[in-house]
């Protein structure tokens, strides 16, 4: 079982995800646990302010370290095993292989990860002190620290393995390998706008369909 607590200001942006399709699912089976911390409940003075602005001058606001720390802290007073994980522009950049990596963690045994969602313009650099894993989804910059935990949580917990309807789906699927990309998929009708279904896929024939299948994946650009 793998348990998230997702540290954020933004619950509301998070929950309707985690509530549909393969999330709920997984919840459901008992595979997987989501829980959320309101930052706002740690913030400072009468109101609750969790941001600054950065010394140096600049634009925005920066996330302050007390609340951050404190909220962190307030769960490893429950749980001093579980792992934090920052997503941030400046982390090493998620694949698959990550993914796996924390998923095991979570087979046959708990684990529990907290994911801090910075906002605004970021983050007091003291608050990396306390995260184990320091995350980037690509070379973009998002709003928050939200859409970052969402795609890091399914990507983990569709691995777990009785989340997937068939257990070889996240065994054959592309990055399972390495670099592969997935061959071409087709259902039906056979014939759409005279685009048409590869006939070797019809034949019945699980050998050759096989070969067809290892010649058209690809490796990843
Ligand atoms: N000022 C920051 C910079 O230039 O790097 C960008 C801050 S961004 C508006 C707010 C937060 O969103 C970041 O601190 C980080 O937590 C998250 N974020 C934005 N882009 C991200 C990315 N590519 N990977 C992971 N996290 C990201």
């Known amino acids: 079982m ?5 540290i954020t200001l933004f619950q509301e942006a998070l929950e309707p995800y985690l509530k549909t399709s393969m999330m709920w699912k997984a919840v459901d089976k008992g595979l997987a646990e989501f829980d959320f911390v309101n930052l706002r ?24 370290c007390e609340p951050v720390f404190n909220a962190i802290e307030s769960v ?22 990550m993914a796996q990596k924390l998923a ?8 529990h990860y907290i994911i801090f969602c910075p906002h605004y313009e970021g983050y007091d ?12 989804l690509g070379k973009y910059v998002l709003t928050g620290g939200e859409l970052p935990a969402l795609i890091i949580i399914d990507s983990v917990v569709r691995l777990i393995p009785g989340v ?7 065994a054959i699927e592309s990055f399972s390998d390495g670099d592969n990309i997935e061959y071409p998929q087709y259902t039906k009708p056979y014939d759409f706008r005279g685009m048409t279904v590869p006939d070797i896929l019809l034949s ?18």
């Not at 793998?2 to 997702?6: A, E, G, S, V, Y």
């Not at 409940?41 to 302050?64: I, K, Q």
């Not at 095991?104 to 684990?111: P, R, S, V, Y």
């Not at 997937?164 to 996240?170: R, T, Y």
């Open 2 to 6: 793998i348990k998230f607590t997702i």
């Open 41 to 64: 409940e740690f913030g400072l003075g009468p109101h609750r302010s969790v941001d600054d602005t950065p010394y140096g001058g600049g634009d925005g606001m920066l996330m302050r």
């Open 76 to 97: 490893k007073a429950k749980d001093p095993d579980v792992k934090v994980i920052i997503p941030t522009p400046a982390g090493e950049t998620w694949d698959q292989k």
């Open 104 to 111: 095991e963690t979570g087979t046959d045994k708990n684990a």
């Open 125 to 136: 650099e003291r608050i990396l002190s306390i995260c184990d894993y320091k995350v980037s």
């Open 164 to 170: 997937l309807g068939g257990e070889q789906s996240a």
């Open 204 to 221: 019945g024939n699980h050998g050759e369909i096989k070969k067809w299948r290892e010649e058209h994946s690809k490796k990843a650009k």
